[in-house]
């Protein structure tokens, strides 16, 4: 008998194909895409539209950590949590959400954390530092990430320009350990995945 899908599964089945060609997304490592939970899906940030391009681009549900105050909103709420976000004080280290995050890799969902912490729309990724928190969450977590760059001219969202979403092989947790413990630790560990996601971007002209 075939698995009876959830509220998240018939709008991506409805709606992927036509968000990549409404905004013209290009998708490119699509051989890399796991087919099953449990990956944290690790990105630079751009722009309000990026959680957007990966989940329509991926092929398993992507689950984003979204500022509290978005929860405060009932109608909104509702349709976020069914989305599988999940609520985040911006304003402060989160362990609730870190905790979150770490439960959601280990049972089996996949997850997605932009690296930078902050939107650089118009900047150069070179240009910018990741924070260690995905670091932190994937290796807690002991999961794999799957480094994303999404790319465009400028950096910039604009009508009619073409978006590419790049997704590099699967990075293992044992790829990430350093000699170094604690916060040091996890932020060589967040150098090494930003690395990757820079790396990825070089290989895509725009």
Same mark, same amino acid.
């Given at each position: 008998?075939?698995?009876?899908?959830?509220?998240?599964?018939?709008?991506?089945?409805?709606? *992927?194909?036509? &968000?990549?060609?409404?905004?013209?997304?290009?998708?490119?490592?699509?051989?890399?895409? #796991?087919?099953? /939970?449990?990956?944290?899906?690790?990105?630079?940030?751009?722009?309000?539209?990026? #959680?957007?391009?990966? @989940?329509?681009?991926?092929? %398993?549900? &992507?689950?984003?950590? *979204?500022?509290?105050? =978005? +929860?405060?909103?009932?109608? $909104?709420?509702?349709?976020?949590?069914? $989305?599988?976000?999940?609520?985040?004080?911006?304003?402060? /280290?989160? &362990?609730?959400?870190?905790?979150?995050?770490?439960?959601?890799?280990?049972?089996?969902?996949?997850?997605?954390? +932009?690296?930078?912490?902050?939107?650089?729309?118009?900047? !150069?990724?070179?240009? %910018?530092?990741?924070?260690?928190?995905? @670091? =932190?969450?994937?290796?807690?977590?002991? @999961?794999?990430?799957?480094?994303?760059?999404?790319?465009?001219?400028?950096?910039?969202?604009?009508?009619?320009?073409?978006?590419?979403?790049?997704?590099?092989? #699967?990075?293992? #947790?044992?790829? =990430?350990? %350093?000699?170094?413990? /604690?916060?040091?630790?996890?932020?060589?560990?967040?150098?090494?995945?930003? @690395?990757?996601?820079?790396?990825? /971007? !070089?290989?895509?002209? &725009?």
């Amino acid at each position: 008998m075939a698995k009876k899908k959830n509220f998240y599964e018939k709008a991506h089945a409805l709606l *992927a194909r036509a &968000v990549l060609r409404l905004f013209r997304i290009r998708v490119i490592g699509r051989e890399n895409l #796991p087919t099953e /939970g449990g990956y944290l899906y690790c990105a630079n940030h751009l722009g309000l539209l990026d #959680p957007v391009m990966i @989940a329509a681009s991926a092929i %398993t549900q &992507v689950h984003y950590m *979204a500022k509290k105050e =978005l +929860f405060r909103i009932p109608l $909104l709420a509702s349709l976020i949590r069914t $989305l599988g976000a999940y609520p985040v004080d911006r304003g402060t /280290g989160d &362990v609730g959400a870190v905790r979150r995050s770490i439960e959601l890799l280990k049972d089996k969902k996949s997850i997605g954390i +932009f690296i930078q912490g902050h939107r650089y729309a118009g900047v !150069d990724l070179r240009e %910018t530092k990741p924070k260690h928190g995905a @670091a =932190l969450i994937a290796m807690r977590a002991d @999961a794999p990430v799957i480094p994303v760059c999404i790319k465009m001219k400028k950096n910039r969202y604009a009508l009619f320009r073409p978006i590419y979403v790049i997704f590099g092989e #699967p990075i293992m #947790p044992a790829a =990430l350990a %350093t000699d170094a413990a /604690g916060s040091s630790g996890f932020a060589q560990a967040a150098q090494m995945i930003f @690395a990757e996601i820079c790396r990825l /971007g !070089d290989t895509c002209d &725009v």
